[in-house]
């Protein structure tokens, strides 16, 4: 068993966790469904958004110089990072100039993956996340599940004893707005007391210098609007060109998301605020390096909406712990080998090939495309285990010649019931049916 498998088991085992997370997340599918319907030129949106991504990667580096100058001429200090590293050590070495040890932060997956938060811990500085779903998985010590709801692998209740053993909530409490309201008023006390604020970025506008944070709970705009620094975390595939390309991504974004037209909170940033600091880091980590893959470079066009993981059936009925990585589900499949093939090599095999994850992208990504090809570039370069080769050899062998085909199909109908494998066992599919697929065709109408 590889080790998405592994890790995946926890929950597989778990029967009424398991289907309580599938039900949670294609709930969040379904709502993007409901919203992307409703938009008549929603096709022509994706295809829109797909087209300026694709341009935008194509002159990268112009348009983040661009992007720099007027940043500068705004009043920002722009900073550049190769790697997590450089980026963990130039967000520090702002923080120590200041001196500040209290800073709060809104949701930022580029932090995640780049594990910020334990590298300014063991500086001494307290950070704490605002968002909800963010602060709930820091008190918990885990990593967030998902890119958009972090904490949604957790029930109420849990939480609710979470918020007692750590912010001192009443025993028992499960009610989301009482729970809600508990992390508010928790959390104003840290935003009060806060010297810096950090935000992500959705997206950076070239023309102008300016950049939007996305928020439901309002959380960035709070966090950078009480304390003097600002600092801004980007990934370098974040750029737009101009203000009207943002209204593609607008709409296209918060639907993919969570099925909203918009989110709560848009806000635009345009230099500091009078009398603050502003700084962007931007950050390559890795990005680069799938710019220059042609088969794999429209990863970068990526949103991060996490529309492929919500109807991934893998992710739902896996978790996203199981991935091992920041961003799990298809595109994290997808990204990941690229920081490290050798450990993530499992990855591009946590899918069904299924093709649901390029359905639903709002940038069309061919997203089961790319997992197919980090498969057969894994085979080539030796890091499939063993086993898969060989499993995957007979398969082969076996797709290829019919009466090979049936007899494979008599032994795995007669051996189901009795395999070891935890995911044959608790299916919640009917039995294999004793008769084939064309021999069922074939008695109700079909032909030979
Ligand atoms: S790959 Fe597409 S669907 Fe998945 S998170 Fe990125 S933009 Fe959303």
Redesign the pocket.
């Known amino acids: 068993m590889n080790a998405h498998a592994r890790a995946a088991e926890r929950l597989v085992r778990d029967d009424a966790r398991l289907h309580w997370h599938d039900a949670a997340v294609w709930n969040v599918r379904a709502k993007r469904d409901r919203a992307a319907q409703a938009v008549p030129d929603w096709e022509a949106l994706r295809d829109a958004a797909s087209r300026i991504k694709l341009h935008t990667l194509s002159r990268l580096p112009e348009y983040l110089e661009e992007f720099e100058r007027k940043a500068l001429a705004l009043g920002a200090r722009v900073h550049w990072a190769a790697d997590a590293a450089e980026h963990n050590a130039i967000v520090l070495g702002l923080l120590r100039e200041r001196g500040v040890t209290r800073l709060v932060k809104s949701k930022s997956m580029l932090t995640e993956e780049c594990h910020l938060n334990p590298e300014l811990e063991k500086a001494g500085i307290e950070v704490v996340d605002t968002d909800l779903g963010e602060r709930i998985v820091q008190l918990a010590h885990e990593p967030p599940s998902h890119?958009v709801l972090p904490a949604v692998h957790m029930k109420r209740e849990e939480i609710g004893d979470l918020f007692h053993r750590t912010i001192g909530t009443p025993a028992g409490l499960s009610d989301p707005k009482q729970l809600t309201e508990a992390a508010r008023q928790h959390l104003r006390a840290k935003f009060m007391a806060s010297q810096a604020g950090l935000t992500g970025v959705n997206f950076a506008v070239a023309e102008t210098g300016g950049f939007v944070v996305c928020t439901n709970e309002g959380n960035a705009d709070l966090g950078v609007s009480l304390p003097p620094i600002h600092i801004a975390c980007m990934g370098v595939e974040k750029i737009v060109p101009s203000p009207g390309e943002l209204a593609v991504f607008l709409r296209l974004l918060a639907r993919?998301?969570t099925g909203q037209p918009i989110t709560t909170y848009t806000s635009h940033f345009h230099g500091p605020r009078p009398g603050a600091r502003m700084h962007i880091v931007i950050v390559d980590h890795g990005r680069s390096r799938i710019l220059a893959r042609e088969e794999y470079r429209s990863?970068l066009?990526?949103?991060?909406?996490?529309?492929?993981?919500n109807t991934c059936p893998v992710y739902r009925r896996s978790g996203g712990h199981s991935y091992g990585v920041t961003v799990p589900?298809?595109?994290g499949s997808v990204l990941a080998p690229h920081i490290d093939a050798k450990k993530h090599a499992d990855l591009p095999f946590a899918s069904s090939l299924c093709g649901s994850?390029s359905d639903?992208?709002?940038?069309r990504?061919d997203?089961h495309h790319q997992l197919l090809t980090w498969r057969g570039e894994l085979a080539a370069r030796g890091l499939v285990p063993l086993h898969k080769r060989v499993v995957s050899r007979i398969s082969r062998w076996v797709l290829a010649r019919t009466w090979a085909y049936r007899v494979m199909g008599k032994l795995v109908r007669m051996f189901a019931p009795y395999l070891p494998n935890p995911w044959t066992r608790q299916r919640d599919l009917p039995p294999m049916p004793r008769e084939s697929f064309r021999a069922q065709w074939r008695r109700r109408g079909g032909q030979g």
């Open positions: 890119i993919s998301a990863a066009k990526c949103i991060r909406c996490a529309a492929c993981m589900g298809p595109i994850c639903v992208c709002p940038v990504i997203l």
